[in-house]
T-cell receptor
């Protein structure tokens, strides 16, 4: 079974704080994604990557940076967190684009006070 | 503008009953459509993917249809169980490659009661 592990599970920070969300997949997948999920909205794509060292901008990238250090590890960075970034964040991986199966992590709930 | 609309927003059924969830979309092009199950506070789990112009899939008690002409999909759950309580999310992919985007619906919250 494909595995995507996110950490931390929950995080509370203050406005202006520095936060790093981590994601590791052990599926040997090339593609990794960061999404945010807010009540009443569908998931929205923040950043994604095709492989180690590659980074692509998603649909809602403002205020976020990302880095893909290895094929397994994808990080989401909030360098000056704001309350509008309070959300549930999901990481996902897939072997390819298109209709390839997408595997999600369990999510990180971030609260910015 | 929301390009994937799901209905109903929420649904309560009794264990053992069947239910149907709807997904209408305006995404163009529409390469494929996926249904996911999301338990509260958990990640999304893939149920099925539909690709053809008029497609049908079956996965245990879950079955789905897609009509690309109507830009409409349904997810049928038969003989519901308490464990089916979850949010079901419809997702439309606009390309058959990594260049494509996935367009997510806001989900239908299904509650199964004894």
């Amino acid at each position: 079974e494909a595995a995507v592990t996110q950490s931390p599970r929950n995080k509370v920070t203050v406005t202006g704080g520095n936060v790093t969300l981590s994601c590791r997949q052990t599926n040997s997948h090339n593609y990794m994604y960061w999404y945010r999920q807010d009540t009443g909205h569908g998931l929205r794509l923040i950043h994604y990557s095709y492989g180690a060292g590659n980074l692509q901008i998603g649909d809602v990238p403002d205020g976020y940076k990302a880095t893909r250090t290895t094929q397994e590890d994808f990080f989401l960075l909030l360098e000056l967190a704001s309350p509008s970034q309070t959300s549930l964040y999901f990481c996902a991986s897939s072997g390819g684009g298109g209709a390839e199966t997408l595997y999600f992590g369990s999510g990180t709930r971030l609260t910015v006070l | 503008k929301t390009q994937v609309e799901q209905s109903p927003q929420s649904l309560v059924v009794r264990q053992g009953e069947n239910c149907v969830l709807q997904c209408n979309y305006s995404v163009t092009p529409d390469n494929h459509l996926r249904w996911f199950k999301q338990d509260t506070g958990k990640g999304l789990v893939s149920l099925t993917v539909l690709v053809d112009q008029k497609d049908k899939t079956s996965n245990g008690r879950y079955s789905a249809t897609l009509d690309k002409d109507a830009k409409h999909s349904t997810l049928h759950i038969t003989a519901t169980l308490l464990d089916d309580t979850a949010t079901y999310i419809c997702v439309v992919g606009d390309r058959g490659s990594a260049l494509g985007r996935l367009h997510f619906g806001a989900g239908t919250q299904l509650i199964v009661i004894p």
